[in-house]
Nanobody, 121 residues
């Protein structure tokens, strides 16, 4: 079992940046595929980015070129650097970990409690 705790959310103006962190409770993290997902009120959960155990990344179309996912296995932490933020990025952001890439985003696996990001115009 592993617990995931997100941090780094907040309020920012359009064009600004934020860096989200997701800290895992133990070194099982190193064997997990990790992802960031977001959900805005009244909308479905959306893929933001994923990263494999080997560091291969993938991004949702709406954030490609603006967001960067990375991981530090020594710190059991995954990061999401968000640049050029726009109001449409406003959502609660969740960290997800799973034992396979195909299992990310599903209701199984490990999920954090989420951190709110609000972007004002």
């Amino acid at each position: 079992q592993v617990q995931l705790v997100e941090s780094g959310g907040g309020s920012v103006q359009s064009g600004g940046s934020l860096r989200l962190s997701c800290a895992a409770s133990n070194s099982l993290f190193r064997r997990l595929y990790m992802g960031w997902y977001r959900q805005a009120p009244g909308k479905q959960r959306e893929l933001v980015a994923t990263i494999t155990t080997g560091g291969t990344t993938n991004y949702g179309g709406s954030v490609k070129g603006r967001f960067t996912i990375s991981r530090d296995n020594a710190k059991n932490t995954v990061f999401l650097q968000m640049n050029s933020l726009i109001p449409e990025d406003t959502a609660k952001y969740y960290c997800n970990g799973a034992g396979a890439l195909s299992a990310l985003g599903l209701n199984g696996g490990y999920w954090g409690q989420g951190t709110q990001v609000t972007v004002s115009s």
